[in-house]
């Protein structure tokens, strides 16, 4: 099965730093990349799509200056929370979906954990 | 908006029941409609989708499809304790299959 990796795992980090997190589709490659957020026992919401070689779009109410995404290859794209503060602890999920797959199957990093002190 | 409803639960059956997830969903255009499994702090799962009105069977998982009634289920028969989680419904909308939603997922617990 196609596999996707998302590091870190966890990060602890100050308010006002900023964190990245990659996304890598180990054994496919990835037409588009998701990043979604999910706070404690809420569901996944979408923050952005990400298209290789061109600038992500961005869902309703997301800052695209606070959550920079770069989607450089067909296997990479990172996550870069910028100046990051409390509220923005969560759990960050990163998927995709493979080129050329007729279906619309997502497959899903582990996730990141963020916490902000 | 577009939407997907489940209820959170927590559902619990015993051991060897059969585990009913129960969600609708707003966009009567939607194509595609996914069942993921998404254990505690870990990332979701796929467990099965279906296109198709109907059933469609996997293993111990039933995905049922009413697009009439714009209801989507999945049964899990003989259901195990290491099925306790929370199950996520997931619609992809009409004109395209990249972005999809998802509910809010129901928590099983599976009582030994």
């Known amino acids: 099965g196609a596999v996707v990796s998302q590091h870190p795992s966890r990060v602890i980090c100050k308010s006002g730093t900023s964190v990245k997190i990659e996304c890598r589709s180990l054994d496919f490659q990835a037409t588009t990349m998701f990043w979604y957020r999910q706070f404690p026992k809420q569901s996944l919401m979408l923050m952005a799509t990400?298209?290789?070689?061109?600038?992500?779009?961005?869902e309703q109410g997301v800052e695209k200056d606070k959550f920079l995404i770069n989607h450089a290859s067909l296997t990479l794209s990172t996550l870069t929370v910028t100046s990051a503060h409390p509220e923005d602890s969560s759990f960050y999920i990163c998927?995709?979906?493979?080129?050329?797959?007729?279906?619309?199957?997502?497959?899903f990093g582990e996730g990141s954990r963020l916490t902000v002190l | 908006q577009k939407e997907v409803e489940q209820n959170s639960g927590p559902l619990s059956v015993p051991e060897g029941a059969i585990a009913s997830l129960n969600c609708t969903y707003s966009d009567r255009g939607s194509q595609s409609f996914f069942w993921y499994r998404q254990y505690s702090g870990k990332s979701p799962e796929l467990i099965m989708f279906i296109y198709s009105n109907g059933d469609k069977e996997d293993g111990r998982f039933t995905a049922q499809l009413n697009k009439a009634s714009q209801y989507v289920s999945l049964l899990i028969r003989d259901s195990q304790p290491s099925d306790s989680a929370t199950y996520l419904c997931a619609v992809q909308p009409s004109g395209g299959y990249q972005k999809v939603t998802f509910g809010i997922g129901t928590k099983l617990q599976v009582i030994p």
């Open positions: 998927s995709a979906t493979r080129q050329g797959a007729d279906t619309g199957e997502l497959f």
């Open positions: 990400s298209n290789e070689g061109s600038k992500a779009t961005y």
